[in-house]
């Protein structure tokens, strides 16, 4: 069974940093791309971004660049967000995708989803 | 590019309800649906337009021509109620989500 597991609930003050892991197990990690989504309270689902384990390949939503880095560290199968200067407005939900297929292109879809990292950044 | 769809779609059990996304030419785009229940992960119930995954009933059905994609579901029932996003690809390979519907069955 393909599958994301996410880390766990942070907490975080507003200035601080965070990283948030996706670790997918039953399918060649490296070769699907993966895709990061944020939802903030009550409402829909952003794009962050894509990255490919295979060879950290990454493409960052213009609404995002600069605030976030994606990484991974393949001997582990996971995948990395990094959140930096975080803000209350970064409260969300951040979920992590597998897309569905190595090469990416506008007929992939996402699936399986991770169970989602909530954040909460506060003082 | 953008991708709109209603805030909300109420349909009784039973009843077909239809959910839309509409975009410029989104026809010429595939497009994906997923079903996110209160408190869960979002889950893929349809991609490349009118292909569905398996596990996901056969009410559920998609189509997209022209300026509008579409998910269907044929019999709703209470289990479906759900928010139910699309998605595309800009040109730049840019994902492109819509805001979401919330269907009520009842």
């Known amino acids: 069974e393909v599958q994301l597991v996410q880390s766990g609930a942070e907490v975080k003050k507003p200035g601080e940093s965070l990283k948030i892991s996706c670790q997918g197990s039953g399918y060649s990690f490296s070769l699907y791309w993966i895709a990061w989504v944020r939802q903030t309270p009550g409402k829909g689902l952003e794009w962050v971004g894509v990255s490919y384990p295979g060879d950290s390949h990454v493409i960052y939503s213009p609404s995002f660049q600069g605030q976030v880095s994606f990484s991974a560290d393949k001997s582990i199968n996971t995948a990395y967000l990094r959140l930096a200067s975080l803000r209350a407005s970064d409260t969300a939900i951040y979920y992590c995708?597998?897309?569905?297929?190595?090469?990416?292109?506008?007929?992939?879809?996402?699936?399986?989803w991770g169970q989602g990292t909530p954040v909460t950044v506060s003082s | 590019y953008e991708v709109t769809q209603p805030p909300s779609v109420s349909v009784s059990p039973g009843q077909t309800a239809s959910i839309t996304c509409s975009g410029h030419?989104?026809?010429?785009?595939?497009t994906s649906w997923y079903q996110q229940k209160s408190g869960q992960s979002p889950v893929l119930v349809m991609y490349?337009?009118?292909k569905r995954p398996s596990g996901i009933p056969e009410r559920f059905s998609g189509s997209n021509s022209g300026n509008t994609a579409t998910l269907t579901i044929s019999g709703a029932q209470a289990v479906d109620e759900a928010d139910y996003y699309c998605?595309?690809?800009?040109?730049?390979?840019?994902?492109?989500f819509g805001g979401g519907t919330k269907l009520t069955v009842l």
């Open positions: 030419n989104v026809g010429d785009k595939y």
């Open positions: 490349q337009d009118n």
């Open positions: 998605q595309a690809w800009d040109s730049r390979l840019h994902v492109v």
């Open positions: 995708a597998r897309l569905s297929s190595g090469s990416l292109s506008a007929g992939n879809w996402f699936d399986p």
